[in-house]
């Protein structure tokens, strides 16, 4: 039995329930009942208005974002689902800094949920660089359900990930 490594850290009776869900070819379907309905946001440029709009709203005074995109390379380099870099560059006798924040391209056909979950994520990483008590209580002020919709976005990749295995 292979690990459930998006649910590596929740408890392990959470996790044997997955399985059985798993076992029963029945995650998949209660995902797609209780998250049906899926986003426009294809291109790199959809993107960046959608997280500068999300951004404008909830983080007016933050530094500006310089580059938001898709990437395809994400989640196999950096085992991660999405980035937020600050990329500092010498300009004359002063220092300028760009954000850049990068989306693993598997939420470009997520549900909708599930990629307002993962900016969210990135966007509070734009004030608050650890995982503390105030970078999630940042993310519950973008989105109430934060957490909620966590677990079911990591529930949708184990599920992604055990369809992939099942066609090799």
């Known amino acids: 039995m292979q690990p459930l490594k998006y649910l590596a850290g929740y408890p392990q009776h959470l996790q044997i329930q997955v399985r059985e869900l798993m076992d029963q070819d029945r995650l998949g379907p209660l995902l797609a009942g209780k998250y049906p309905e899926p986003h426009a946001v294809r291109s790199d440029g959809l993107l960046y208005d959608y997280v500068q709009a999300l951004k404008d709203r ?3 005074k933050s530094a500006p974002l310089g580059k938001v995109l898709y990437d395809n390379r994400l989640q196999v380099l950096k085992q991660a689902l999405g980035t937020h870099t600050t990329i500092s560059r010498v300009q004359g006798n002063r220092l300028k800094a760009s954000r850049e924040i990068r989306i693993a391209s598997v939420f470009r056909d997520a549900p909708a949920a599930f990629l307002r979950v993962i900016v969210v994520h990135e966007l509070a990483h734009v004030k608050e660089s650890d995982h503390g008590k105030a970078f999630y209580q940042l993310c519950m ?3 109430p359900d934060y957490h909620q919709l966590e677990f079911d976005m990591r529930l949708y990749l184990t599920h992604l990930g055990s369809v ?5």
Not at 164 to 168: D, Q, S, W
Request: charged share 35%; glycine share 0%.
């Open 58 to 60: 909830y983080l007016r």
């Open 141 to 143: 002020h973008m989105e």
């Open 164 to 168: 992939r295995v099942a066609r090799a």
